[in-house]
C-alpha cells in the first residue's frame, strides 16, 4: 500500500514537472515570437523612413538647386561653370539619397536576420521544454521503478 502510494507520488511529481516544463517552453517561444514580429515591423519602418528621408533629401537638392540658379541669374554668371555647379550638386544629391537608402536596406536586413534569429531561438526554447518534460517523467518513472512499482 505504501509502496502504491509512494509509487503514485513519484508519476505524479514527474507529471507535475513535465507540464511546467513544457509549460515554459512554449511561454519563452511565445516570447520569443512576440521579440521576432516587433524585429519584423522595425524591418518595416527602417525601409519607410529611409524612403522618407531620402525623398527629404530629393527635396533638399532641388529646392538648393533652384537656389543656385536664382543665385546665377541674379550675379549675372552664365555658362560652363555654373552648369558644372549644378551637376555636381544634383550628383552629390542622388549619391547621398542613396546612401540613405541602403543604409535603411542595412538596417532593415539587419532587422529581419533578427526576426529569423528570434524564431528560431523560440523553436529551440519549445524543443527544450518538451524534452525537459520527457525528462521529469522519465525521472518520475525511474523514481517509481526504484521504490518497486514494476516488480
Avoid at 50 to 69: F, H, L, T, Y
Wanted: a positive charge.
Amino acid at each position: 500500500m505504501v509502496l502504491g502510494v509512494l509509487t503514485a507520488i513519484g508519476v505524479g511529481l514527474g507529471a507535475v514537472g513535465a507540464i511546467g516544463n513544457i509549460k515554459a517552453g512554449r511561454d519563452q517561444r511565445d516570447i520569443y515570437n512576440r521579440e521576432a514580429a516587433i524585429a519584423a515591423e522595425n524591418k518595416e519602418q527602417a525601409i519607410k523612413i529611409a524612403g522618407q528621408r531620402a525623398s527629404e533629401n530629393d527635396e533638399r537638392v532641388r529646392r538648393q538647386i533652384g537656389s543656385q540658379r536664382a543665385a546665377s541669374a541674379s550675379s549675372g554668371v552664365s555658362g560652363g561653370s555654373i552648369s558644372d555647379i549644378l551637376s555636381d550638386t544634383f550628383k552629390q544629391g542622388v549619391i547621398d539619397s542613396e546612401r540613405i537608402r541602403q543604409a535603411g536596406a542595412y538596417q532593415a536586413i539587419t532587422y529581419a536576420a533578427q526576426a529569423v534569429n528570434l524564431r528560431r531561438s523560440g523553436s529551440i526554447a519549445n524543443t527544450t521544454g518538451i524534452l525537459g518534460g520527457l525528462n521529469s517523467l522519465g525521472t518520475g518513472l525511474i523514481t517509481a521503478g526504484k521504490l518497486g512499482a514494476f516488480n
